[in-house]
């Protein structure tokens, strides 16, 4: 329907031959051979009952294969069933059967869904069987019984040799927890504290049955025993779950496991999969069909071929097999086969291959000798060959040239075929060939690129030579003659335009010129064409003429191009600005002779034009907001590119198209100069720009917005950063533990602007504070810090960029903030183990958080942390690991 090249065969291999409610994709790989074009696979699930779903897929467009995953309905899993997986290519009718494929597979039943009757957690382990060294996703749900859940304390123990904690994504309903883990030995331990509702969120949606908390994802180790059931390898409990009031309503209580089995337990199991295997192999040459040219240029033709082995875990993509293969062909005469050090193996057809016909090669593992695959491949033969010259007749001197003689094409031809295949031909190969001519003070080959690779010979003085085709036996005497030939006056030369270069479609060869080739029709500006210049000799040959010929143009609404480096033919194009026009538009000349060329420029009466800006928002000239700091500047000035779907070019000519109009709106809120608008002091409102050519295009227009600086704001966030600081503003520093230092804020000074963002424009402005005792320091100036002996109460910070200014109060609290959590930590420590030489020091790194909910890390560090008035160390075994503050 397409007209895409329609698939002769269609290999698959299915991946799943069991699918679980958790994991109910269907995998398979495929591959559709003798296939360049997009042709969708679809696959096909049908139940027992009749029922059916389905999916689509397309394969890679280099190497054919593709991997689909369709997903079964959850309502499939009411009960245990076998099930047939059709893979079938997109097309499939009663005038042409496309080839198709059908799989059996095992439904797994849904076990009944377990809620909790009473307060308290769930873990919901996977059903499905798990392969080793793969990734597995666990869900914690709690009842929260008659309370919205408001905080929770969780605790996780594994078996820390065959499971790992990769993330934890916790629910949005709650604050981010702090999460905590320790490994001994082969347990581990996971414990995750939330405490208090997202803000987007209600109390109500924190209660149920079964509210989720949090999803871990887990990694089962690649040591684990394959289609093994571990038994009690998980487990969960509940530290507390606190209410809305604050007051703990269920402490200290086992969770439940719930892995697949009738009845949830206190621990969970986790069934593994088979150790992973290949299941099955695609493959593909890369060249379906091999064309035996040894005969014709001495050269071997070759393809690789490439073998995709598919296993049972679906998370592993085919992969190519480079090693451990060796490759066999059955029928040497016609194929031939070597190891190849980036694919399975090269198959060849070179100087030991004296027939044509459908070879096969085996392919099998090196080590086993079992047979992965067997591949057709045709080889097409040369039965017969013949090399000529498009003029046969003797080639003579031009009259009025004395060095110029006739020239003409060399053209080789072969028929192909083989056991079992209709030949072919003849075909042209001259491309294939390389050509020697053996006097080359008679003639010279050149080879023509633009016209697909052919060749011509030219006379350089009376004689004969012998053009033969290097490394074959193929040759044709060529002759020149002093004798002379002539041009005529009148109509010895033709001339015509075309967009493609296939000439032998049109009817022209080197030995005759059709006179039927239609005009050539240029549709938009740079639209472009390649002129094709033949003179007819006095002995009633033709001659192709390049470089020689001048040609003029007749009509404004073409432009000629000379010849080019890259392209020994002369061009016409539409130039911008041009109108309807057809007829005898261009003049080749050529000695005493010349001949028009027929061209029709048929542009459509209107265009609809694309405009795209440059930026996607401007200021005015002066305004604030183009002086902001580094990259954030905003331009006063854009360009315009104008697309009309039609030209050549990404975008039209249209910036020299003398019709070009283009306005913006309000006026005298911007100047414009064709294409580049720049907008003007004092502009607060959204530019409208038009564009338009008439009459060829229609106007279009966009709109442009002039965003301009409001007002500054001061904020305050915590010093030093951490997780979530920069979203927090704080209008009280207080006081940390007992000596006399305060936390620090870092100052912010932002400019707003009239699109509702803001920039960070510090740096720009001058920073004052009310009260000298309290001052700026850091790295850039930026951070508020009361000295130890001020006492002052309260500070005003100001900053001022002329013409704006703007102050925050800051107030500083007497009263402690206590500690809520500490978080420790060293390079010694690797997943909850000490593991260094003996007597190897280290730094204690030291996190607090504070009641206001601020964070000091590192506060071991900082230097207005006292740790000795805030935190006591010791070591629970002072024999193997000592605690010091020095």
């Known amino acids: 329907e397409y007209g895409w090249p329609r698939p002769s065969t269609l290999s698959a291999v299915l991946i799943t031959s069991a699918v679980y409610f958790d994991r109910s994709d269907v995998h398979l790989a495929y591959r559709l051979h003798d296939e360049t074009g997009e042709v969708v696979v679809f696959v096909r699930l049908f139940l027992p009952n009749g029922q059916f779903f389905y999916g689509d897929c397309s394969p890679q467009p280099v190497t054919g294969i593709g991997v689909c995953s369709v997903s079964i309905p959850p309502e499939w899993f009411s009960e245990s069933a076998d099930i047939t997986c059709r893979v079938v290519v997109n097309g499939e009718s009663e005038s042409m059967v496309l080839p198709s494929l059908s799989f059996d597979l095992t439904l797994a039943q849904q076990p009944p869904p377990y809620y909790l009757d009473t307060v308290g957690v769930l873990l919901q382990m996977p059903a499905y069987p798990i392969f080793a060294g793969s990734n597995f996703s666990a869900v914690v749900t709690a009842n929260t019984g008659a309370f919205p859940l408001f905080a929770f304390d969780l605790s996780l123990a594994f078996n820390a040799s065959l499971l790992a904690i990769e993330s934890i994504t916790p629910s949005s309903l709650f604050n981010e927890p702090r999460v905590s883990s320790l490994l001994e030995g082969s347990a581990g331990q996971l414990r995750a504290v939330a405490g208090g509702l997202d803000p987007a969120h209600i109390p109500a949606q924190a209660q149920g049955t079964a509210v989720e908390l949090m999803r871990i994802t887990l990694r089962l180790s690649p040591d684990a025993p394959p289609d093994t059931q571990l038994d009690g390898i998980i487990s969960l409990a509940v530290g507390e779950f606190v209410n809305a009031f604050n007051i703990a309503y269920l402490r200290d209580a086992p969770g439940l496991v719930a892995d697949g089995d009738a009845e949830p337990a206190l621990t969970g199991s986790l069934q593994t999969a088979s150790q992973t295997t290949a299941v099955g192999h695609l493959y593909y040459a890369d060249e379906s069909e091999l064309l035996n040219t040894e005969l014709l240029n001495g050269q071997e033709a070759t393809t690789n071929l490439h073998v995709w082995a598919v296993t049972n875990d679906p998370t592993e993509p085919p992969a190519e097999l480079t090693s451990g293969l060796s490759c066999e062909s059955a029928n040497v005469a016609v194929l031939g086969a070597r190891t190849h050090f980036y694919s399975a193996c090269s198959i060849f057809a070179g100087p030991l291959q004296s027939a044509g016909g459908e070879g096969k090669i085996s392919v099998r593992n090196q080590a086993t000798g079992a047979l992965i695959a067997t591949v057709p491949l045709r080889v097409w033969f040369p039965l017969s060959a013949e090399l000529a010259l498009d003029e046969t007749r003797t080639l003579n001197r031009l009259d009025g040239h004395p060095s110029r003689y006739q020239s003409t094409g060399v053209t080789a031809t072969a028929t192909f075929g083989g056991a079992g295949l209709s030949a072919v031909g003849p075909l042209d190969v001259t491309k294939l060939l390389k050509l020697k001519i053996s006097d080359p003070s008679v003639g010279n080959i050149s080879r023509e690129e633009d016209t697909g690779g052919g060749a011509k010979v030219t006379g350089l003085q009376a004689g004969t030579a012998t053009i033969r085709a290097v490394n074959s036996t193929l040759a044709v005497n060529v002759t020149f003659s002093d004798e002379g030939g002539r041009v005529l006056a009148n109509g010895g030369l033709f001339a015509f335009a075309v967009k493609t270069v296939e000439l032998t479609a049109l009817g022209v060869t080197g030995q005759s010129v059709s006179t039927r080739v239609p005009p050539v029709v240029l549709s938009a500006v740079g639209d472009a064409a390649k002129v094709f210049v033949f003179a007819r000799l006095g002995n009633g040959a033709t001659m192709e003429l390049c470089a020689e010929v001048v040609l003029v143009s007749l009509s404004p609404n073409v432009r000629v191009h000379p010849p080019t480096a890259d392209s020994a033919f002369w061009t016409v194009s539409v130039p911008p600005g041009a109108e309807l026009d057809v007829g005898e538009l261009v003049q080749a000349t050529w000695m005493d002779s010349s001949a028009t060329v027929l061209l029709s420029v048929e542009l459509p009466t209107t265009v609809l034009l694309t405009l795209s800006p440059s930026v996607a928002r401007v200021t005015s000239t002066g305004n604030p907001a183009s002086k902001l700091p580094g990259d954030g500047a905003l331009p006063n000035q854009f360009e315009i590119f104008v697309s009309d779907g039609l030209s050549q070019n990404e975008f039209g000519d249209y910036g020299d198209d003398p019709r070009l109009n283009v306005t913006a709106s309000p006026l005298g809120c911007a100047t414009v100069d064709r294409l580049t608008v720049t907008v003007l002091a004092g502009c607060t409102e959204t530019l409208e720009v038009c564009v338009e050519v008439p009459p060829l295009a229609n106007m279009s227009c966009f709109a442009m917005p002039v965003v301009f600086a409001t007002g500054l704001e001061l ?148 230097g207005f942390v006292v740790i000795s008035d805030l935190l006591t160390f010791g070591s629970s075994d002072p024999a193997a690991l000592t605690v010091g503050t020095g």
């Not at 509702?756 to 920073?767: F, N, Q, R, Y």
């Not at 810090?785 to 500070?795: I, K, M, N, P």
């Not at 190897?840 to 590192?858: H, K, Y």
Request: hydrophobic residues 45%.
């Open 715 to 862: 904020q305050a966030s915590p010093w030093p950063a951490f997780e979530g600081s920069a979203e927090m503003e704080v209008s009280t520093l207080s006081k940390i533990g007992a000596a006399s230092n305060y936390q620090r804020a870092r100052i912010s000074a932002m400019l707003a602007l009239s699109d509702d963002s803001a920039v960070d424009v510090t740096e720009l402005c001058s920073l004052r504070v009310s009260d000298r005792s309290v001052a700026f320091s850091g790295d850039d100036g930026r951070t508020l810090v009361r000295s130890s002996f001020s006492s002052a109460a309260a500070a005003s910070v100001t900053a001022i960029w002329a013409p704006f200014v703007a102050s925050k109060h800051i107030s500083f609290s007497a009263e402690p903030l206590t500690i809520l959590g500490i978080e420790l930590s060293t390079d010694l420590e690797q997943a909850g183990t000490f593991s260094s030489e003996l007597n190897a020091n280290a730094q204690l790194r030291v996190s607090l958080l504070m009641s206001d909910g601020t964070v000091l890390p590192d506060a071991q560090n900082l």
